[in-house]
């Protein structure tokens, strides 16, 4: 028997219950029935899970991106991989087959290392959704360079975090990106960034935009005439199952960001595995997933999961309400979508839209579609099952994170009945728990908790590049034996998941995790502001905006309110971007702290809500009197 598809919720069980008993026969299974590799493992897994070591298919070896491609080119060389839809419409979408990908990532692996680039060497990726990105990353996988791709729409200064924090030898970026109506010029922002990272040598430049860029000597080269000169002919880097396979930055809730650290072989395994199961995917779907590659859904869900299943992935370069708030469902019906999957922050904006927009279009050859990010609301889950699915593809609302690497909850399309607002069950493999705050499990069903995971899945990331201290103290102290996942959730009567949301300082504003700290360090940066906090609060399409409380220096009249908001926002556009941006600020002469000085976000973030009922223990504040001055004034 195959563990590797699921093909009814009677086997769900079945195959949940052996990943349980027996994970090391039931990964082991999939592994050796769906990949390549050169050696097989010693051990499907060894942990431990109070230091945080956890290692798959240990000692075997593999090379991932040769399992995108080279593996299917003797089936599948003339089917396409990769659909690029350009952000102008008339601008002609390219389909790019296993075979032409395959040329192309061989010559990038290539130029990469003609350019100095060696195996475990971190390569900053720094582009706009164009198929140069897909190629750069899976070129550095076929060399064994680390990628760190950097969202092309972080500011200098988060770029230069980034590249700092990994050393990064390299940036791979383009002249500018296009999206919607603008252009950014991301030249221009790598080399402000660069200003403060010695580590980088080389700067391979992408043609898009023709946006005019200033080539630093002996730094800076345009990547077309490298890969004209280039050979297709490239052997691929035999990698350890626990070599790093790239980092990925996340919010922390305090200090810098975290560079999650993924691995070869258990990250292959796992997304692969996932990708087929919750969509349902079959030869010759058409899978489309919105998110940039800059996040992980965009690695795990438009990259790797799809490209080792040998499907055809569609990159999109624009945004969904370009040149008008069609532009979804017309690409769906373009290029006969049969799998969409987008983010609930998408949703409520074209739901909030005329229904025509996406009436006018077929949309017929979809069957699954798909929700990420965050909570997806109960309106937004029925809008999306009447007027996308048409109430016949089933909604798949995936619960997962950066950390996890690929999905961790959710329904298997055709196989797990859906309830709206429902991530549902644990995919196997995934022992997810509920975990009280004294650090007992709570068993049973119809109970509240904050959720946590038993076992190792295979695609959990490894550390955090450069501290392992830190990713043991905050996903594997809080409840030792257990990796946290900063979530609280609840249990319906049949054991059914409902993620309610973080329970740590991270707000998640259109999707977008944003830690708290970056961004009041960035408002403390204005002359003017002494201390501040932020908090998110309830927003019909972003899900979560982003409310400041600013304490000034100079107390008494506050003149002119309006430019220093403008100000305050600009400070944090430059220093994390403009998606952190505040909706409202509201000026305070305190914020409520207890007697160790850390803020009690949670009023402030019940007073931004307007919920005044109820602030449960206030005992531990220093300053009680400040929290009725904070919602008096409450904007
Ligand atoms: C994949 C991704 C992770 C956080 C996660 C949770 C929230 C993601 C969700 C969801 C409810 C869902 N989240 N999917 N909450 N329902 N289906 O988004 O990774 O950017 O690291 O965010 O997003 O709070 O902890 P990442």
Same mark, same amino acid.
């Given at each position: 028997?195959?563990?590797?598809?699921?093909?009814?919720?009677?086997?769900y069980?079945?195959?949940y219950?052996?990943?349980?008993r027996?994970?090391?026969?039931?990964w082991?299974?999939?592994a050796e029935?769906?990949f390549t590799?050169y050696?097989?493992?010693?051990?499907?897994v !060894?942990?431990?899970?109070?230091?945080?070591? %956890?290692?798959?298919?240990?000692? $075997?070896?593999?090379?991932?991106?040769?399992n995108?491609?080279?593996?299917?080119?003797?089936?599948? &060389?003339d089917?396409?991989?990769?659909?690029?839809?350009?952000?102008?419409?008339?601008?002609?979408?390219?389909?790019?087959?296993?075979?032409?990908?395959?040329?192309r990532?061989?010559?990038?692996?290539?130029?990469?290392?003609?350019?100095?680039?060696?195996?475990?060497?971190?390569?900053?990726?720094?582009?706009p #959704?164009?198929?140069?990105l897909a190629? +750069?990353?899976?070129?550095?996988?076929?060399i064994?360079?680390i990628?760190?791709?950097?969202?092309?729409?972080?500011?200098?200064?988060?770029?230069?975090?980034?590249?700092?924090?990994?050393?990064c030898k390299?940036?791979?970026?383009?002249?500018?990106g296009?999206?919607? *109506?603008?252009t950014?010029?991301?030249?221009?922002?790598?080399?402000?960034?660069?200003?403060?990272?010695?580590?980088?040598?080389? =700067?391979?430049?992408?043609?898009?935009?023709?946006?005019?860029?200033?080539?630093? !000597?002996?730094?800076?080269?345009?990547?077309?005439p490298?890969?004209d000169?280039?050979?297709?002919?490239?052997?691929?880097e035999i990698?350890?199952?626990?070599d790093?396979l790239?980092?990925l930055?996340?919010?922390g809730?305090? &200090?810098?960001?975290?560079? #999650?650290?993924?691995?070869?072989?258990?990250?292959?395994?796992?997304?692969?595995?996932t990708f087929?199961n919750?969509? *349902?995917?079959e030869? *010759?779907?058409i899978?489309?997933?919105?998110?940039?590659?800059?996040?992980?859904t965009?690695? +795990?869900?438009s990259?790797?999961g799809?490209?080792?299943n040998g499907a055809?992935?569609v990159?999109?370069?624009?945004v969904?309400?370009?040149?008008?708030?069609?532009?979804?469902?017309e690409?769906?019906e373009?290029?006969?979508i049969?799998?969409?999957?987008?983010?609930?922050t998408?949703?409520?904006?074209l739901?909030? !839209?005329?229904v025509?927009?996406v009436?006018?279009h077929?949309l017929?050859?979809?069957?699954?579609? @798909? +929700?990420v990010?965050e909570p997806?609301?109960?309106e937004?889950?029925?809008?999306?099952?009447?007027h =996308?699915?048409q109430?016949?593809?089933?909604? =798949?609302?995936?619960?997962?994170q950066?950390?996890?690497g690929?999905?961790?909850? $959710?329904?298997i399309?055709f196989?797990?009945?859906?309830?709206?607002?429902?991530?549902?069950?644990p995919?196997?493999?995934v022992? $997810?728990v509920?975990?009280?705050?004294?650090?007992?499990?709570i068993?049973?069903?119809?109970?509240?908790?904050?959720?946590?995971?038993k076992?190792?899945?295979?695609g959990?990331?490894?550390?955090?590049?450069?501290?392992?201290?830190?990713?043991?103290?905050?996903?594997?102290?809080?409840?030792?034996g257990t990796?946290?996942?900063g979530?609280?959730?609840?249990?319906?009567? =049949?054991?059914?998941?409902?993620?309610?949301?973080?329970?740590?300082?991270?707000?998640?504003?259109?999707g977008?995790?944003?830690?708290?700290?970056?961004?009041e360090d960035?408002i403390?940066?204005?002359?003017?502001?002494?201390e501040?906090?932020?908090?998110?609060?309830?927003?019909?399409?972003?899900?979560?905006?982003?409310?400041g409380?600013?304490?000034?220096?100079e107390?008494?009249?506050?003149?002119?309110?309006? *430019?220093?908001?403008? !100000?305050?926002?600009?400070?944090i556009?430059?220093?994390v @971007?403009?998606i952190?941006?505040l909706?409202?600020?509201?000026?305070?002469?305190?914020l409520?702290?207890?007697?160790?000085?850390?803020? #009690?976000?949670?009023?402030?973030?019940?007073?931004a809500?307007g919920?005044?009922?109820?602030?449960?223990?206030?005992s531990t504040?220093?300053?009680?009197? %400040?929290?009725?001055?904070?919602k008096?004034?409450?904007?």
């Amino acid at each position: 028997m195959s563990y590797y598809k699921i093909q009814n919720f009677e086997q769900y069980f079945k195959h949940y219950n052996k990943s349980v008993r027996e994970p090391r026969k039931f990964w082991g299974k999939i592994a050796e029935e769906n990949f390549t590799w050169y050696q097989q493992w010693d051990k499907v897994v !060894e942990f431990d899970m109070a230091e945080a070591e %956890i290692k798959w298919f240990t000692e $075997a070896k593999v090379n991932i991106a040769k399992n995108c491609i080279d593996r299917h080119l003797n089936k599948r &060389g003339d089917k396409t991989a990769i659909i690029f839809e350009p952000n102008e419409p008339s601008e002609e979408a390219l389909h790019i087959s296993y075979n032409e990908l395959h040329q192309r990532v061989c010559k990038m692996a290539n130029v990469l290392r003609e350019k100095g680039i060696t195996k475990g060497d971190r390569v900053c990726i720094y582009l706009p #959704m164009i198929p140069e990105l897909a190629v +750069s990353i899976l070129a550095c996988a076929r060399i064994g360079a680390i990628h760190s791709v950097v969202f092309a729409g972080f500011s200098a200064s988060a770029v230069a975090t980034r590249i700092l924090d990994s050393e990064c030898k390299m940036v791979i970026t383009s002249d500018g990106g296009y999206r919607g *109506n603008k252009t950014i010029e991301l030249k221009e922002i790598i080399d402000e960034a660069l200003e403060k990272c010695p580590s980088v040598e080389k =700067v391979l430049v992408v043609k898009r935009t023709s946006t005019p860029v200033i080539m630093k !000597e002996g730094r800076d080269i345009w990547l077309q005439p490298l890969l004209d000169e280039a050979s297709d002919n490239s052997v691929a880097e035999i990698m350890d199952s626990e070599d790093p396979l790239f980092i990925l930055y996340t919010s922390g809730s305090t &200090g810098k960001p975290k560079g #999650m650290v993924h691995t070869t072989a258990g990250y292959m395994v796992y997304t692969a595995y996932t990708f087929k199961n919750v969509f *349902n995917y079959e030869e *010759n779907d058409i899978f489309w997933c919105t998110a940039d590659i800059g996040w992980i859904t965009g690695h +795990s869900y438009s990259l790797y999961g799809p490209l080792l299943n040998g499907a055809t992935t569609v990159i999109f370069e624009g945004v969904p309400s370009y040149p008008d708030f069609s532009r979804f469902w017309e690409i769906i019906e373009k290029h006969k979508i049969t799998q969409f999957y987008t983010a609930p922050t998408a949703i409520r904006a074209l739901a909030k !839209e005329n229904v025509d927009y996406v009436q006018k279009h077929h949309l017929n050859t979809l069957k699954v579609i @798909g +929700s990420v990010g965050e909570p997806i609301n109960e309106e937004a889950w029925h809008w999306y099952n009447d007027h =996308v699915g048409q109430k016949k593809c089933p909604v =798949v609302d995936t619960w997962w994170q950066t950390e996890t690497g690929g999905i961790m909850i $959710a329904p298997i399309a055709f196989v797990t009945p859906t309830k709206p607002t429902y991530a549902t069950l644990p995919l196997p493999g995934v022992q $997810a728990v509920l975990m009280d705050d004294t650090g007992n499990e709570i068993e049973g069903n119809q109970v509240v908790g904050n959720l946590c995971i038993k076992f190792p899945w295979p695609g959990i990331a490894r550390t955090i590049w450069g501290n392992h201290q830190r990713y043991k103290d905050t996903y594997f102290s809080a409840f030792p034996g257990t990796y946290f996942t900063g979530d609280g959730a609840l249990r319906d009567e =049949v054991g059914y998941y409902r993620i309610t949301g973080r329970v740590d300082d991270i707000v998640i504003v259109s999707g977008h995790n944003l830690g708290t700290a970056p961004i009041e360090d960035a408002i403390n940066e204005h002359p003017a502001v002494a201390e501040s906090a932020i908090v998110g609060f309830p927003h019909d399409i972003k899900g979560n905006a982003l409310y400041g409380y600013v304490i000034l220096k100079e107390t008494g009249e506050i003149r002119n309110k309006e *430019n220093l908001f403008k !100000e305050i926002n600009q400070s944090i556009s430059d220093h994390v @971007g403009p998606i952190a941006k505040l909706d409202k600020i509201q000026f305070v002469s305190g914020l409520p702290k207890t007697r160790s000085g850390k803020i #009690m976000r949670r009023i402030l973030r019940k007073i931004a809500e307007g919920d005044f009922s109820n602030f449960g223990d206030t005992s531990t504040l220093l300053n009680p009197e %400040i929290v009725d001055e904070i919602k008096d004034n409450k904007l």
